[in-house]
């Protein structure tokens, strides 16, 4: 491999790797659950973190990047609980009025410049890591790993958007479910009003009567 490639890898894998130390990039945002994984009833798989998750701060004002919170995070909320606390609080913190849930993303880096977060995308060209095929195959590995733990069976994944479609498409032979409902991306309140996916929305309004009338709580 020539000095071009050996450098364009060192950069790829300083951007998505956890370091040799265990030390993730400072814009890594972990998969979440709200309870033990092989417990796991419903997971929402999304695309990749973006600002308001990266920069998220609990409440003593620490930095603690989660899935899921800021508007798109309230939108899941309100359509799946009636809630206006964005559902990545919701699981991070246990809650337990809800069902066994878990958020995955395809990607726990993201995949577009966050300003003051991740400058290093803008060398690597932030549209060339989607299309680096080093990349997707690291994202669909590291994907199958990642769903592999949440062992129940039953499950109901939540395929959400496109890009996530993509790849879950890819390992779905792989994964152990019940269900898979495809639904647009809950970002700008896609759910609410999106023909194209009508008769998903519907199973996911469907889905969401099924766990409001839920009695299992998170262990």
Known sequence: ????????DKKLKDYFWIDKE????PYYVEDIQNCNPSKVDYILLCESPHKDEVNHLDKEGH?????????TGVGVSSFLFHETI????????????????????????????IVG??????????????ENEKVKDFLLNDLKNRLSKYSNTEK?????GGFADAYFSKIQKDINYHEIITVPHPSRNQW???????DDIR?????????????????
Do not use: W, Y
């Open 1 to 8: 491999m020539d000095n071009a490639n050996d450098c364009e």
């Open 22 to 25: 265990g030390n993730p990039p």
């Open 63 to 71: 930095s603690h990047p989660i899935p899921l919170v800021g508007k």
């Open 86 to 113: 964005p559902i990545g609080e919701l699981i991070d913190n246990k809650c337990k009025t809800m069902p066994n849930m878990a958020i995955v993303n395809v990607s726990n880096v993201p995949l577009q410049i």
């Open 117 to 130: 977060c991740n400058e290093n995308a803008k060398e690597l060209g932030i549209e060339s890591i989607r």
């Open 156 to 160: 109901t994944i939540i395929v959400c």
């Open 192 to 198: 609410s009003f999106v023909e194209k996916h009508l």
């Open 203 to 219: 199973r996911l309004r469907k889905l969401s009567e099924i766990i409001n009338n839920s009695t299992s709580l998170s262990e």
